[in-house]
């Protein structure tokens, strides 16, 4: 079992940054890969970002939001710059095992979910 305990998450105004944190704890063997999903009121969860040994952006981030991590903390950042209305959602930290046959933009490819963690963004 692998435990995440996100953080970071709050209000913003349009343009501001924040970062989230997402530790995991626990069969940490099981973090090959390390993502953030997001999911706005009365929408599907959708992909956001996803680092392995590479990283993965959507489209509507790309070029705004970075994610990094720290493999000896276990840990994965989300740093969210020039923030938009449209980013209001509940982020969730992801993290799936090495061997899959989903991509990192599929909740599949997924196997421990974190609780989530609110970001509001006000124009």
């Known amino acids: 079992q692998v435990q995440l305990v996100e953080s970071g998450g709050g209000l913003a105004q349009a343009g501001d940054s924040l970062r989230l944190s997402c530790a995991a704890s626990g069969r940490t063997s099981d973090t090959y890969v390390m993502g953030w999903f997001r999911q706005a009121p009365g929408k599907e969860r959708e992909f956001v970002a996803a680092?392995?040994?590479?990283?993965y952006y959507s489209d509507s981030v790309k070029g705004r939001f970075t994610i990094s991590r720290v493999n000896a903390r276990n840990t994965v950042y989300l740093q969210m710059n020039n923030l938009k209305p449209e980013d209001t959602a509940i982020y969730y930290c992801a993290v799936g095992r090495w061997i899959s046959t989903y991509p990192y933009t599929s909740m599949l490819r997924y196997n421990y979910w974190g609780q989530g963690t609110q970001v509001t963004v006000s124009s």
């Open positions: 680092i392995s040994s590479s990283t």
